[in-house]
């Protein structure tokens, strides 16, 4: 006999439509298109035909923490991987099993309400977010709806600011792009080949920068060598790529030569010709909150110097 009362994921979809219905669900379609093409589905078939298994787990997270975390390195190396090299989703269950998202749990052909919950609350942990509380799901577009809402709080959570930096000589080239990256799992500065013929304009770049998911809204711009004093503030700091899209595997870490950074964040090194974004971290003495704060009142921002902290701040 059926019970009279609703189940969780019932009550929940009904909950999700009154929310919809008052206008205050639309956070719950993050990334909802974008999740959907990623969805492996039956040839020609719906996003509600999938059905839940660890492999359609596995390619919905993958293409989650990549919406979020471009150019992310790994965190771990030499993981198991619970899927023979020759399998179609070797290449993604790698990806999650090297940055700690796939549980000991995770089976290929099935997908339970505890390993789905793990995958997807190991990855709100990276943001100090709450766990997901997600069900079972019943099929393909229950994933994309859980998915989603996690994408929803962690576009909340983010911090990303923006930083122009522009040709000395002439204020209206841009010379690279790149976001502060700090609240994050493993803090980088994300350095963007900028659109040919971008303009200088904010507002052009921070659309640019943004997506589904990341909303770019704060910008520091800057002259080329203030931009570069941001993160070199001494002769014996050293810059790293780490990670890059396109990826170059087993190429990277690279440490970039001294007195190259400046060559490094125009993409003019050889080893950065082929590359459209890249992650950078540094090494040497840590730019201190003074000299930021001195180097704040020679830049174009919206963001006020109390706020600067907030960007420069990490979950640890």
């Given at each position: 006999m059926r019970s009279p009362l609703p189940s969780r994921r019932a009550a929940r979809a009904a909950a999700a439509c009154l929310a919809l219905l008052l206008g205050a669900g639309a956070g719950a379609q993050t990334c909802s298109a974008e999740l959907s093409e990623a969805l492996p589905t039956p040839s020609g078939g719906a996003v509600a035909e999938a059905a839940p298994s660890g492999v359609v787990a596995a390619a919905l997270l993958k293409e989650a923490v990549e919406l979020v975390e471009p150019a992310l390195p790994p965190l771990q190396y030499d993981a198991a991987v619970p899927l023979e090299a020759t399998d179609p989703y070797y290449q993604t269950v790698k990806y999650l099993a090297e940055r700690k998202l796939l549980p000991a749990s995770w089976r290929a052909e099935e997908l339970d309400a505890k390993t789905w919950a793990a995958m997807l609350d190991a990855f709100l942990a990276w943001y100090r977010l709450p766990a997901s509380g997600?069900?079972?799901?019943?099929?393909?577009?229950?994933?994309?709806?859980?998915?989603?809402?996690?994408?929803?709080?962690?576009?909340?959570?983010?911090?990303?600011?923006?930083?122009?930096?522009?040709?000395?000589?002439?204020?209206?080239?841009?010379?690279?792009?790149?976001?502060?990256?700090?609240?994050?799992?493993?803090?980088?500065?994300?350095?963007?080949?900028?659109?040919?013929?971008?303009?200088?304009?904010?507002?052009?770049?921070?659309?640019?920068?943004?997506?589904?998911?990341?909303?770019?809204?704060?910008?520091?711009?800057?002259?080329?060598?203030?931009?570069?004093?941001?993160?070199?503030?001494?002769?014996?700091?050293?810059?790293?790529?780490?990670?890059?899209?396109?990826?170059?595997?087993?190429?990277?870490?690279?440490?970039?030569?001294?007195?190259?950074?400046?060559?490094?964040?125009?993409?003019?090194?050889?080893?950065?010709?082929?590359?459209?974004?890249?992650?950078?971290?540094?090494?040497?003495?840590?730019?201190?909150?003074?000299?930021?704060?001195?180097?704040?009142?020679?830049?174009?921002?919206?963001?006020?110097?109390t706020a600067l902290m907030g960007y420069l701040s990490t979950p640890d």
């Open positions: 997600v069900d079972a799901p019943t099929d393909g577009a229950d994933m994309v709806a859980d998915v989603s809402r996690v994408l929803d709080r962690v576009s909340r959570a983010i911090r990303p600011a923006a930083l122009l930096a522009t040709d000395p000589a002439d204020s209206s080239r841009t010379s690279f792009w790149a976001i502060i990256w700090n609240w994050t799992v493993y803090p980088r500065l994300l350095v963007v080949r900028p659109d040919d013929g971008a303009s200088s304009r904010p507002a052009d770049a921070l659309a640019s920068l943004s997506n589904c998911v990341r909303h770019v809204t704060a910008y520091i711009s800057a002259p080329e060598e203030t931009a570069k004093r941001l993160f070199l503030s001494h002769n014996s700091s050293r810059m790293y790529v780490v990670a890059s899209q396109p990826g170059k595997n087993g190429f990277w870490p690279y440490e970039v030569p001294a007195g190259a950074e400046l060559a490094a964040f125009g993409f003019e090194l050889p080893d950065l010709s082929s590359v459209r974004l890249y992650a950078a971290v540094f090494d040497g003495p840590e730019v201190g909150f003074g000299t930021l704060l001195g180097l704040f009142w020679r830049v174009r921002t919206n963001v006020a110097p």
